[in-house]
């Protein structure tokens, strides 16, 4: 797959230079500190006008971070990754432009580049794969699909932000060949090939210096690698102002408050920081929103437009392409609908599915499909769908909603809101079905406001214990039928990162005892503490939350058991909780939260054909692996999870997943999310995931690359040169054969190693992929282009990258645990 990585066409640089030089310095430096929290200054001297931003790995949230204003929930970049299908994520990436035109946005804050050096990252679901090649070829994708329909991609975290531990200060110790030739591959791919139009820096730093000061961004990214768009920082990432001035960090973020203003002013008055420098910073500001439109004389490459339609069946099938068929040793996928009376859909998961990870990658979607819903959309009334919940997986109280929750007065679905100043005067009021609530930079109402009241009414739908409460940071109190129910601090524990208190928040709760049909009036309050400076400004998140009663797990799981028993099939969805994959912290253990091991167990020990779906961003234990008739790994795959499933289980589609990262069975000798005196050392090197010499999958429960679809595959031939010169890219040809019944698709992996070598290498390390598609009995031919740099490794002492002569192995198949086809080449 080749791509352009010019730019659209822009103003002449001799124009953009005028522009620049026609400005004051303190006109330039407001320029460089962003307005708020996602836009950019206008400037009407030189024809800018408020330039928009956004984060957007799984979706694109816009300005206004709630459920009035939705975003398409893409399936996570761990899932995109999961396609090896490069195509397919190019296509996603135009739907994501589409998404950030209609929101008014100009630039999307993705995609997430870092490795999965561990499965303990907290940030895990937001990345693409252990490997860097993957993770080139599927970034260099989303970027042109982006860039192309013309809005700007930004690649992040530049660079090592792999783990979130102490990720604001910590210290990335890493030699220079791994640095090269794994964590900095991406960055230089993407780059390269997709001419990317802007790069974040990271909050961490790297071999001693923090990277919003790091000398890489102007030696490596500009110098060597030609980049000439702009460097903004992570937000809040930026902490002085001459060192990160004199660095090619162009853009503090967010604003307006920031480390440069008036005090690079006088830096640069006093001869501290180049003007020149500032220039430059200036330029590729002008440069990047000439690219995007938002420069007077410039135009955008022309966006696509998805209507609902459209949206729903690129989602549906780009999370059937996502999940991994792990295991069905006993056949029983794909299902017969025929020959099914009864589907018991258990789980945590199965009624109210995870679609995406936490923290700045969330967005709201319009609505989600859960797995329940999708099947029984999908074979109701033919086939009758029970369910039971079986666990609780959370021990939070989840936020509130349907169809509890009732505007006082009206009966209207959901809560009133209402803004008082220090005064109690009403300030402002609004309506809203969500109980997330999150205002950053601006309320949307003027005056002071000193406090934010939620007024609903909770109808019991059963009778029992209902708790409510509140999540967030800061003062809380509530009360319940007119009577307080708590008045609480809600504090961070200490040492938090503060995207935990956004994520995660602490929480106040109180139980009320209610009978079926009763109704009682809730009053939740949050004191804002002292007034801001500006009417209208606030940044506020907080949640109003709910949990109906609940029997207790062992009710649930004998429950479970029992529906489980009278089933054809058993659909058991598990999965992770906000509580322990999030951004903003690691994960402390892999192994599936609350009884949810054990709730596997005992319902595959009740029927044996019970199909376990994973729905997490991240590798989780499966002790029970060898127990249940399949498992299907579903990532987070956004809002069409649950009729995508239902393509799937019932042989619609096709799970065209293979797996980015490894699978390991346990955590011994996982690599360390832990700083020690704030530093990190990544002491594993080069033996990251499937390339670790120690485990050559020895530990691992599925491997890197793995993943079964519904045929069987054999592998016949390699072609490959017997001897390629040195730069020169290789061609291999592998000759494949459909064996199976049905017409599928297989992704041919090609991998290399070097036996003997003076080098210390991987056991093996990808070189390419191509994906093949047969009708049973079908033979097809993969290519594959193997670039001249899989031949070759960083060499500290030449400062570059070096051959070493001599013979290279390359093997074929279907993971990187299983190569039947292999062949020898001389790179010399």
């Not at 008014?104 to 895990?124: F, K, S």
């Not at 295991?327 to 018991?344: K, V």
């Not at 109190?477 to 708590?486: D, H, L, N, Q, T």
């Not at 096709?654 to 530093?679: C, F, K, Q």
Request: with cysteine.
């Amino acid at each position: 797959m080749t791509h352009s990585a010019a730019a659209p066409p822009a103003l002449d640089e001799s124009e953009l230079a005028a522009r620049v030089a026609s400005l004051s310095l303190e006109q330039k430096v407001r320029l460089l500190t962003g307005a708020d929290f996602w836009s950019l200054h206008p400037e009407p001297a030189v024809g800018l006008r408020r330039l928009i931003v956004s984060d957007g790995p799984a979706g694109v949230r816009g300005e206004r971070w709630d459920e009035r204003d939705p975003s398409a929930n893409v399936p996570s970049p761990t899932a995109l990754a999961a396609t090896w299908d490069e195509e397919l994520v190019e296509e996603l990436g135009g739907l994501l432009a589409s998404e950030a035109r209609r929101k008014g946005v100009d630039v999307v804050l993705a995609p997430t580049v870092n490795l999965h050096r561990t499965p303990y990252g907290g940030r895990h679901f937001e990345c693409f794969s252990e490997d860097p090649l993957l993770t080139a070829r599927i970034g260099v994708s989303f970027v042109c699909g982006i860039q192309d329909a013309g809005v700007g991609a930004t690649v992040k975290h530049f660079v090592a932000n792999d783990s979130e531990t102490e990720r604001m200060t910590l210290d990335a110790r890493i030699d220079e060949r791994t640095l090269r030739e794994l964590y900095l591959a991406p960055f230089e791919a993407i780059v390269r090939e997709a001419g990317v139009w802007s790069v974040m820096a990271a909050y961490n730093g790297v071999n001693g210096e923090p990277m919003t000061e790091s000398r890489l961004l102007r030696d490596l990214l500009q110098r060597e690698l030609g980049f000439d768009g702009l460097v903004m920082s992570d937000w809040f990432a930026t902490r002085s102002t001459e060192a990160s001035a004199r660095a090619a960090l162009d853009l503090v973020m967010p604003g307006p408050v920031g480390p440069w203003g008036d005090s690079l002013v006088a830096a640069v008055r006093a001869g501290n920081v180049d003007p020149a420098a500032i220039d430059d910073k200036v330029l590729r500001l002008l440069r990047l929103a000439a690219r995007v439109g938002a420069l007077e004389g410039t135009t955008p490459a022309p966006t696509p437009t998805y209507d609902d339609a459209e949206i729903a069946s690129t989602l549906r099938r780009t999370a059937a392409a996502s999940f991994v068929l792990a295991s069905n040793d006993r056949g029983l996928l794909p299902l017969d609908p025929g020959a099914l009376r009864r589907i018991a859909v258990v789980g945590p998961n199965a009624g109210a599915a995870r679609t995406l990870g936490g923290g700045s990658a969330t967005v709201f979607p319009p609505y989600t499909v859960s797995p329940l819903e999708g099947l029984r959309a999908a074979l109701e009334p033919r086939v009758e769908i029970v369910h039971a919940v079986g666990v609780k997986a959370s021990t939070r109280v989840p936020i509130a909603g349907a169809p509890w929750l009732h505007v006082p007065g009206s009966g209207e679905p959901g809560v009133e809101v209402r803004f008082l100043d220090a005064d109690g005067t009403l300030l402002a009021s609004e309506r809203r079905p969500g109980c997330a609530f999150t205002w950053l930079g601006s309320s949307d109402h003027e005056g002071p406001i000193a406090r934010i009241e939620v007024n609903t009414v909770l109808r019991a739908t059963e009778p029992g214990t209902y708790t409510v409460g509140a999540s967030g940071l800061g003062r809380y109190w509530m009360s319940v039928g007119g009577e307080i129910a708590f008045d609480e601090q809600l504090e961070l524990r200490p040492g938090a990162d503060i995207v935990e208190g956004i994520m995660v928040p602490p929480q106040a709760t109180h139980d009320a005892e209610l009978a079926a049909g009763e109704e009682i009036a809730i009053l939740l309050a949050h004191e804002l503490g002292p007034l801001p400076d500006e009417p209208g400004s606030v940044g506020v998140n907080f949640q109003l939350n709910l949990a109906p009663p609940y029997r207790g797990d062992d009710h649930e799981i004998e429950h479970a058991i029992a529906v489980a028993r009278g089933a054809d099939v058993v659909i058991l969805v598990v999965g992770t909780t906000e509580e322990v994959e999030s951004e903003g912290f690691d994960r402390a253990s892999l192994s599936l939260p609350g009884r949810q091991d054990e709730l596997v167990r005992r319902v595959a020990a009740a029927n044996p054909k019970t199909i376990v779906v994973v729905n997490a961003g991240a590798p989780v234990l499966m002790p029970w692996a060898q127990d249940v008739a399949a498992v299907l790994i579903a990532w987070f795959p956004g809002q069409e999870f649950g009729n995508a499933l239902a393509d799937v289980l019932l042989g619609l589609a096709e799970p065209g997943g293979r797996l980015p990262t490894t699978w390991p069975t346990a955590e011994a000798g996982l690599p360390s999310t832990r700083p020690i005196d704030g530093v990190l050392q990544y002491d594993e090197g080069l033996s990251v995931g499937y390339r670790d010499r120690q485990r050559d999958g020895r530990t691992t429960l599925f491997p890197f690359g793995h993943g079964l679809g519904f045929s069987s595959w054999e592998y016949e031939s390699i072609d490959a040169p017997r001897h390629a010169q040195p730069g020169a890219a290789v061609r291999i040809t592998v000759a494949v054969r459909n064996t199976g019944r049905r017409r599928s698709r297989e992704v041919v992996q090609v991998y290399a190693s070097r036996p003997d070598s003076a080098v210390q290498r991987p056991v093996r390390w990808l070189v390419g992929f191509a994906s093949v598609r047969a009708e049973p009995g079908e033979q097809a031919s993969a290519t594959i282009i193997v670039p001249p740099r899989a031949f070759e490794h960083w060499g500290v002492e030449e400062g570059r990258w070096v051959l070493e002569p001599g013979a290279f192995d390359l093997a074929a198949g279907s993971s990187s645990a299983l190569l039947p086809m292999s062949t020898r080449i001389t790179v010399a």
